[in-house]
């Protein structure tokens, strides 16, 4: 977990300046990938902990991008990811 959020930290880096709608997209295939692959019964607090710490690469992200401040309302509503629950089956 810790590799993949080292990886995608370096690319939103480097995407730091193509639109966010852009980047949302990437990221979203990302993470599910990133889901579908290691969502199995009993996984489900490791991949709300990837999802809490993804939150928070993409508001620093967009925060580091902007001029104005973003809030955490704008961040929940471009969010680029599913929730978890859902990607977990049994």
Do not use: C
């Not at 930290?9 to 990437?26: C, D």
């Not at 990133?34 to 925060?63: C, K």
């Not at 704008?74 to 969010?79: C, E, L, P, S, W």
């Amino acid at each position: 977990m810790v590799a993949k959020l080292h990886a995608i930290k370096a690319e939103l880096r480097l995407r730091m300046h193509e639109p966010a709608a852009e980047v949302g997209a990437w990221l979203r295939k990302v993470v599910t990938g990133y889901y579908q692959y290691h969502a199995v019964p009993g996984n489900i607090d490791r991949l709300s902990v990837f999802g809490q710490r993804l939150r928070r690469l993409w508001w620093i992200t967009l925060r580091r991008r902007s001029q104005q401040p973003v809030t955490r309302d704008r961040v929940t509503r471009i969010a680029p990811y599913g929730s978890v629950r859902g990607a977990v089956s049994e």
